[in-house]
C-alpha cells in the first residue's frame, strides 16, 4: 500500500494519499508567520491504520522546515503535539488572527 504524503495548497490542506487516492486530510489556514491547523479527517475505509498520524507529523515538519509557527485548533492536532513534545516549540500560543 504505497502511501504519500502531498500539500493541496489550492485546498489549502495537507493530504494522504493511499494508491493515488485521497485517504485523509489536514486543512489548514496559511498566515504570513503561521499556520493554523483547522480540521484533520481520515476517511472511514482507512481509519485505524495510522494515517492521521503519519499525515500531522509530516504537516508539522514542513510546517518547522518552512519556518511557520503552528496554530492547533484541530483537537487531533493538540493531542498529536501532547504526545510528541518535539513540536511544542511550534505552538503559537499567541491569537491565530
Excluded at 494519499?17 to 485523509?24: E, K, N
Excluded at 518547522?64 to 501532547?82: F, M, N, S
Amino acid at each position: 500500500m504505497p502511501v504519500e504524503i502531498v500539500d493541496n495548497v489550492a485546498q489549502s490542506r495537507f493530504e494522504i494519499l493511499v494508491d493515488g487516492t485521497v485517504a485523509g486530510f489536514a486543512d489548514y489556514r496559511l498566515l504570513p508567520t503561521k499556520i493554523v491547523f483547522t480540521h484533520t479527517e481520515v476517511l472511514p475505509q482507512h481509519e485505524g491504520q495510522g494515517l492521521a498520524g503519519k499525515l500531522v507529523g509530516h504537516a508539522l515538519d514542513a510546517s518547522r522546515d518552512t519556518g511557520l509557527r503552528v496554530v492547533p485548533l484541530c483537537p487531533y492536532v493538540v493531542k498529536y503535539i501532547e504526545r510528541h513534545p518535539q513540536y511544542k516549540d511550534l505552538v503559537d500560543d499567541s491569537a491565530a488572527g
